[in-house]
């Protein structure tokens, strides 16, 4: 997004009503409002309220990013307003439901050095992507029986859902290239061994998501990085038929492990950190 949007022009100033809704909802923190927050604030109805939101985003205080929902532009901003507050509160008012997942969630637990421009979040409903203040909102849509294991965490003054660590590599391991490839799983999984992560809740949710493909390469890797996964046996005797690729954001060659039933198109000496490879 260049500077041509009309965000750089100089604010127009506010009425005194408008100025009371800005800093009452800023003084509490809000950064994404309603048109309910206005109404309820001014005791106005919803048509009026409605209204103001339309000249606060025309007078550059207010930013639409989704049905019915602004972000307050910072009001401290002066003559350039330029957005501040974190990626995932913007993200959690785009759709609903969501939770945050894959890359971000993985930047989130610390368990990613590579930063993502994009910030991913998952839904059950189809949302189109988004780019607000130079940032891409990519909302993964899945189906019902993949949307669990988050739950709300504290962005700021925010609750903002995020998948917990052991959802994230089971997502992760699902969509690689919703991670930047199977080499940031691994990296992340070697990570985890040093923190709080269930493998038996890790086991449990590749049964609940039920994709042949995600067990596989979570195997394949638990194996290259030492990890014992429980009931070991009884994922590699329900692997599923076919051989998709290890890493698919990467071309398709390489041999078909009947071991794992994985086409290995990356070797382990490119996906491991380096002790292991």
């Given at each position: ?50 209204d ?37 509160v913007i ?15 993985l ?95 890790v ?66 000496e ?8």
């Amino acid at each position: 997004m260049g500077s041509t949007n009309g965000k750089e022009t100089q604010r127009k100033s506010l009425s005194t009503r408008e100025s009371q809704v800005l800093s009452r909802l800023a003084s509490e923190n809000r950064k994404v409002i309603s048109i309910s927050d206005i109404a309820d604030v001014l005791d106005i109805p919803r048509k009026s309220a409605k209204d103001m939101a339309y000249a606060l985003k025309e007078k550059g205080w207010l930013e639409r990013i989704a049905h019915g929902k602004y972000l307050i532009l910072p009001l401290s901003a002066g003559e350039n307003a330029v957005y501040t507050e974190h990626e995932f509160v913007i993200a959690s008012a785009l759709v609903e439901p969501m939770y945050i997942g894959y890359w971000s969630a993985l930047n989130h637990h610390g368990l990613t050095e590579q930063m993502s421009r994009t910030v991913y979040l998952v839904t059950t409903e189809r949302t189109r992507e988004r780019e607000i203040h130079g940032v891409a909102y990519r909302p993964v849509t899945v189906t019902e029986q993949k949307f669990f294991g988050y739950q709300p965490t504290s962005i700021g003054s925010n609750q903002v859902n995020m998948s917990s660590i052991e959802k994230t590599l089971v997502d992760c391991a699902d969509h690689p290239e919703f991670c930047g490839g199977i080499s940031e799983l691994a990296k992340a999984m070697q990570n985890v061994v040093e923190t709080r992560c269930s493998w038996d809740r890790v086991v449990e949710y590749l049964r609940r998501v039920g994709n042949g493909a995600a067990t596989k390469r979570l195997v394949y890797l638990a194996d290259q990085l030492s990890i014992d996964l429980p009931g070991y046996d009884e994922l590699v005797e329900n692997f599923t038929t076919g051989y998709p690729l290890l890493d698919p954001t990467r071309e398709a060659t390489g041999t078909r492990d009947s071991k794992y039933q994985l086409r290995l198109n990356v070797g382990p000496e490119s996906i491991l950190p380096n002790e292991f490879s």
